[in-house]
């Protein structure tokens, strides 16, 4: 399974992210299964959200969120 990690921001900026695993998931390999894909979304202070795919960027402000789901890692073995 992935891991959340959230940056939210205390100044105004510019956030971009490039990545992989986002459309097309980690493999199992000997049988094992294939992972779950990851994926990047603004949470916006006003509670909006805005999908970022594998890469993107954002202007960020005060109170908004970066957010990034790794990827799980996929399944070794029956």
């Keep these: 399974d992935g891991v959340v990690r ?7 900026m510019r956030a971009n992210m490039l990545a992989n695993r986002r459309k097309v998931a980690p493999r199992g390999l000997a049988g094992g299964g294939d992972a779950l894909p990851g994926r990047n979304w603004v949470e916006r202070a006003d509670c909006t959200l805005e ?3 594998a890469t993107g960027s954002a202007e960020m402000q005060p109170g908004d969120s970066f957010v990034i789901l790794t990827p799980g890692g996929g399944g070794f073995g029956e």
């Design 6 to 12: 959230r940056v939210t921001f205390l100044e105004p």
């Design 51 to 53: 999908d970022l795919g």
